[in-house]
């Protein structure tokens, strides 16, 4: 059994998505925790209830982000973790703890990557005029937002779309996306080629969500 640790920051509906398709579609893996940097995050009482190890780790309590990481990482390596997942996890992360956990580190961004990295994705698109938005899952390396892609999710931008009515639209393919990539990655099936992720069976790496 390959052991998932899921980093939350909030409402954590990525990692429902996560721990339910887990479960209904007995994947050879557990999630065996839920870590979450802000003791209000939403998602943990979700994660409780469904008997899955919760624990915070307040970033407030550590003014040096050095020393914040280095407890994160002593509290996420109590759990052992094959896979380490972000999941709205809102706090970025220094060299040295993505460096501890490479190759098995991922995060889910609401961007179609290398567009819009960072904060406020749907409102910068929607200023630029794009006319199709989307999910990035990708390997998290030292440089924000810029690791290897798993696989993205491309959404039409609407007449009258809002970055709130865009977000929801989005969010709905990454509940679709998440799950997926994590089965590939527990299932041995996701391979890095010169800096590039290939999935193994074939499988398209892309949905569009029309
Ligand atoms: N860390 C590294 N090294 N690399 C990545 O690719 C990361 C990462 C940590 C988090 C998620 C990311 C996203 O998908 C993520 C990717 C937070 C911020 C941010 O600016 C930016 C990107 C992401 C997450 N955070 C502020 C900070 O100072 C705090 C914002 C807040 O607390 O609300 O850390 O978008
Ligand atoms: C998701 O849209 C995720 O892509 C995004 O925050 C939302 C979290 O929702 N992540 C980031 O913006 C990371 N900076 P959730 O808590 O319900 O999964």
Do not use: K
């Not at 914040?68 to 709205?88: K, T, Y």
């Not at 990557?113 to 929607?126: C, D, E, Q």
């Amino acid at each position: 059994m390959q052991r998932i640790v899921i980093l939350i920051s909030g409402r954590g509906s990525n990692m429902q998505a996560i721990v339910d398709q887990c479960a209904s579609q007995a994947w050879p893996a557990q999630v065996v925790a839920v870590v979450a940097n802000r003791a209000d995050a939403a998602g943990l009482a979700y994660a409780a209830q469904r008997g899955i190890a919760t624990a915070v780790v307040a970033h407030r309590a550590w003014p040096a982000r050095a020393e914040f990481d280095a407890e994160l990482a002593r509290v996420i390596d109590g759990f052992a973790p094959d896979w380490l997942v972000l999941a709205g996890f809102m706090r970025i992360l220094g060299p040295a703890f993505v460096q501890h956990y490479a190759g098995r580190l991922l995060n889910i961004h609401p961007s179609l990557l290398p567009a819009f990295p960072g904060l406020n994705t749907h409102a910068r698109a929607l200023a630029a005029g794009c006319q199709a938005v989307g999910a990035t899952v990708h390997f998290v390396t030292a440089e924000l937002d810029h690791g290897p892609i798993v696989v993205q999710s491309v959404v039409p931008v609407q007449a009258g779309d809002d970055p709130e009515r865009l977000s929801e639209r989005v969010l709905a393919t990454e509940h679709v996306i998440y799950p997926l990539a994590l089965r590939w990655a527990v299932t041995g099936r996701l391979a890095l080629d010169q800096g590039r992720v290939r999935q193994l069976d074939g499988q398209s790496q892309l949905l569009i969500q029309a």
